[in-house]
């Protein structure tokens, strides 16, 4: 499998480029199976070689497939050695993935001014954004994991627990059932903090009439996945009831739109037309989604300036929300996996504004 995504990268960028270096340790990852290299050069022709610290070495030697790994002993030496593989290989024309700019310099500067260094993400995240069957049997898993977690909030929210005393519920949960970790940290936001997106979770006790938004992700063997659920805290209000249902319809509608060959702008607009019809849409104040995978937020992007077209295998999230500040926030939030016909929806169920 590794083999053949360093064969597709090389397809990818041999007519322009000799060679690419490979600097995001996330996207090592995906073309070696390690974690923790300091970076890695991908020839036209030829091995390709991972360079890693010493601390990182034996675990390389042992788990990192389809290159050559040579020692280093920081950032610097890895950029050097690698600049003096590049000048005795004789090659001239060199693409990157991402690296700082005080990185790029150093780099720059220790190659031969004949040699041409361009920036070129888009070659590893044509690979990236279309998961294979290894990758998508992982991303079940990590859903169905998130989904127990989920289950678990649900059943311990309660009038006086404190947000972290849920948070924690879940993690352990996700834990105890296979989770390697948490994809993001734990966002438990209740009362005034659900009208922020992006609220965490502290040490305030839950109260009556809070509506709480639970964001949550498991992570299995590096695959990591997303969900969120809005509930409140006793009997939900008319207008609680009605933000709720608004926002369940855009989630559905989006779901419905997304597939393979749309444009990714059309599953935000049909979800925001819905929430503006009803009033709201001032009030949705992020973008639809994203793509999940090796990290939380990746390609294909969903939001209104989106130029991505959806893909058979992509995985995205379909998250639209309501913020009001001074009343409460709502967001439903699912996993979803495009396909040529009908997507499917990799997280589900629990779709409660009272449990």
């Keep these: 499998m590794l083999i053949d995504r360093i064969g597709k990268l090389k397809a990818g960028f041999a ?26 050069f991908v020839p036209n022709e030829g091995e390709s070689i991972l360079y890693v610290y010493g601390v990182n070495y034996e675990g390389a030697r042992t788990k990192a497939k389809n290159c050559r ?21 004789k090659l001239k024309t060199l693409c990157f993935d991402s690296m700082s700019f005080q990185v790029y310099q150093k780099f720059k500067n220790a190659l031969e001014r004949s040699v041409s260094l361009e920036g070129k993400s888009e070659y590893i995240w044509s690979l990236r954004r279309i998961k294979d069957d290894e990758e998508l049997k992982r991303m079940r ?29 879940i993690e352990y949960e996700m834990r105890k059932y296979g989770s390697y970790g948490v994809a993001f940290d734990t966002i438990v936001a209740s009362g005034p903090h659900s009208a922020y997106p992006h609220g965490g979770c502290c040490e305030r006790r839950l109260a009556k009439g809070d509506l709480v938004v639970i964001d949550i992700g498991a992570t299995y063997m590096n695959y990591r996945s997303d969900m969120t659920r809005t509930v409140v805290i006793g009997k939900a209000s008319r207008k609680q009831k009605k933000i709720y249902d608004v926002v369940k319809e855009a989630q559905e509608a989006a779901f419905q739109r997304i597939r393979d060959g749309v444009k990714a702008a059309r599953p935000d607009a049909d979800a925001r037309s819905l929430i503006e019809e009803a009033g709201y849409g001032d009030y949705f104040v992020h973008g639809l989604g994203h793509g999940v995978g090796l990290e939380v937020h990746e390609q294909p992007v969903l939001n209104t300036s989106s130029k991505d077209i959806l893909k ?44």
């Design 15 to 40: 007519e322009e480029f000799d060679g690419h270096v490979i600097a995001n340790e996330i996207n090592m990852l995906y073309l070696t199976g390690f974690l923790g290299a300091a970076v890695m």
């Design 69 to 89: 790994v040579e020692r280093v002993k920081r950032d610097e030496e890895a950029f050097k050695k690698l600049a003096d593989q590049i000048k005795a290989m």
């Design 141 to 169: 898993k990590a859903a169905e994991l998130t989904a127990a977690g989920m289950q678990r909030a649900c059943d311990v929210v309660k009038l006086g627990i404190k947000e972290i005393e849920v948070a924690a519920e």
């Design 312 to 355: 058979s295998g992509n995985v995205v999230t379909d998250e639209p929300g309501v913020y009001i500040v001074g009343f409460g926030g709502f967001r439903i939030e699912d996993t979803v996996l495009v396909r040529k016909g009908k997507a499917e929806r990799l997280t589900k169920g629990l779709y409660v504004l009272e449990t």
